[in-house]
Structure formats: structure tokens, C-alpha cells
């Protein structure tokens, strides 16, 4: 079974439009990450969800906005993509009482915007 | 702020020897938690070995083995008997031992030369 899952795995879109990207977790953890990776490989953090609320917001455009309905689910939504928005995001959970454990990442979503 | 340097963007190995990847850390916490990732070009994060910091032996997984220097705050990577298989990038990463930030390096990109 598939511990964190993305969907889709790659995105093409055009700019302007406006995309989401689906991540589900079924590792029972509380909290719940997106990261974005750059064409330097550099992985940054953009927000985390611990039960549902939204503990990390690092500076990211407003044009994203992340959405937890459960737990188990973080789902990224992008509005007016841009050029720059072109990367790959990188989903992942963890359980916050148990910091010894590691994240579980997602496969990643490979984001192009033309 | 806690940070994580790796200072070496890149790396290359001859297949079969060994090479240490290098990762330092910037912490006032006496008790929190290391890990090393490895993305492959598949992009799936991979944790290759974990260290708590209030042990002092070495964690060791199979040919991977870390040097953890607490007083120094480095957490450097050993890979013996390389295999072209662990070609990679390789990420250094910090978590405290409360909340749910993990805090990455900028990553390693290692060749192994066959």
C-alpha cells in the first residue's frame, strides 16, 4: 500500500490557468507537509498542517492555497499559474509526537506551466 | 533559526570505494533528531539512516554510516563499497525533538563512476 500518495504525478498546464494537486496520507499521521522543489534540486517548505490547521506558512504567493478536509488529505491549489510556479511539489507527513520518525514523502508532482 | 549547510553541491565516487558527504548544522536545542535522504532520479525521497542526538554511537545502516560530532554540530554521510545504485542527490535534514518543522540542507548530488 501506498503510504503518501499525489495525484496527478505531472501537470502541463498554461499560465493563468488554475490546477490542484491531491495528496492523501494513510499512515494514521497528524500532520501533513508541501514542499517545493526547484530545478536546483533546493526543497522548500511551503506549508504544514498539524490536525487540520495550518501551523507553517512560509512565504509563498497568496495564489496558493493548501486545503486539509481530514487528516488524512492536504490538497494544493494554485491559482493564475505563473512561469515560475514550474517545479516539482513534493507532499509528506509525519506524526508530530513522534519526532525520532522520519516524513514520508509522496512520489512528487512535476509541475510545467507554459 | 535553525539551518542546515551541505557544502558540497557535488560529489563523485569510483564504484566500490567509499566517500563522505559533509553536513553541518546550526542548533541552541541539546536534544533533537538527523536524518539523511536520498532522492534518486525516480524523485521518490528515500530515508537512508536516522540519528537521535542524545545518542552518542553512530548510527549505521549496512554500508551507510554517519559521523556525528554533537559538539561540532556535524552529521556527515559514510558510504562504503559504493554501488552505482547510490547515485543521488542526498539531503541532511534537522528536526527538534518538539513541533513539526524539519529543516533540509541544499542536498549533494554524488556520481558513482563505474
Known amino acids: 500500500d501506498t503510504a503518501v500518495s499525489q495525484t496527478p504525478k505531472y501537470l502541463v498546464t498554461q499560465m493563468g490557468n488554475d490546477k490542484s494537486i491531491k495528496c492523501e496520507q494513510n499512515?494514521?499521521?497528524?500532520?501533513m507537509y508541501w514542499y517545493k522543489q526547484d530545478s536546483k534540486k533546493f526543497l522548500k517548505i511551503m506549508f504544514s498542517?498539524?490536525?487540520?490547521?495550518?501551523?507553517i506558512n512560509e512565504t509563498v504567493p497568496n495564489r496558493f492555497s493548501p486545503k486539509s478536509p481530514d487528516k488524512a488529505h492536504l490538497n494544493l491549489h494554485i491559482n493564475s499559474l505563473e512561469l515560475g510556479d514550474s517545479a516539482v511539489y513534493f507532499c509528506a507527513s509525519s506524526q508530530e509526537l513522534h519526532p525520532q520518525e522520519t516524513q514520508y514523502f509522496g512520489p512528487g508532482t512535476r509541475l510545467l506551466v507554459l | 533559526a535553525q539551518t542546515v549547510t551541505q557544502s558540497q553541491p557535488e560529489m563523485s565516487v569510483q564504484e566500490a570505494e567509499t566517500v563522505t558527504l559533509s553536513c553541518t548544522y546550526d542548533t541552541s536545542e541539546s536534544d533533537y533528531y538527523l536524518f539523511w535522504y536520498k532522492q534518486p532520479p525516480s524523485r521518490q525521497m528515500i530515508l537512508v539512516i536516522r540519528?537521535?542526538?542524545?545518542?552518542?554511537q553512530n548510527a549505521t545502516e549496512n554500508r551507510f554510516s554517519v559521523n556525528f560530532q554533537k559538539a561540532a554540530k556535524s552529521f556527515s554521510l559514510k558510504i562504503s563499497d559504493s554501488q552505482l545504485g547510490d547515485a543521488a542527490m542526498y539531503f541532511c535534514a534537522y528536526r527538534k525533538n518538539t513541533g513539526n518543522q524539519f529543516y533540509f540542507g541544499t542536498g549533494t548530488s554524488l556520481t558513482v563512476i563505474p
Open positions: 540519528q537521535e542526538a542524545y545518542k552518542q
Open positions: 499512515l494514521g499521521h497528524d500532520t
Open positions: 498542517y498539524n490536525n487540520k490547521e495550518l501551523i
